[in-house]
């Protein structure tokens, strides 16, 4: 079992950077692929990032990709997602998931969700 508490959301005007994270407890942490998603109002839950157990491989969005840099320190228990160059349309509640593997995040059927934190980004 793993449960996960996002943070580090707020509002930003378009052009700035936020750092979010997600610390999770239980055990295993380091054995498991983290992901972030986001979801605007009105619309579905859309992959954000994704990294392997390891952190040796990273997955991206096409539209965050270049902007957006995930990370994670398996000695904290902690996955990061620095957010760059932020865009209006950035604007959403974002989600950090763990699963047994990328593919699974990537694919959304992750069986843990954190609750979500806001990021607003002002035009």
């Known amino acids: 079992q793993v449960q996960l508490v996002e943070s580090g959301g707020g509002l930003v005007q378009a052009g700035g950077s936020l750092r979010l994270s997600c610390a999770a407890s239980g055990r295993s942490f380091s054995s498991y692929a983290m992901g972030w998603f986001r979801q605007a109002p009105g619309k579905e839950r859309d992959f954000v990032a994704a990294i392997n157990w390891s952190g040796g491989a990273t997955y991206y969005a096409d539209s965050v990709k270049g902007r957006f840099i995930i990370s994670r320190d398996n000695a904290k228990n902690t996955v990061y997602l620095q957010m760059n160059s932020l865009k209006p349309e950035d604007t959403a509640v974002y989600y950090c998931?763990?699963?047994?593997?990328?593919?699974?995040?990537?694919?959304?059927?992750?069986?843990?969700w954190g609750q979500g934190t806001q990021v607003t980004v002002s035009s």
């Open positions: 998931a763990a699963g047994e593997s990328s593919s699974r995040v990537r694919a959304g059927s992750s069986p843990y």
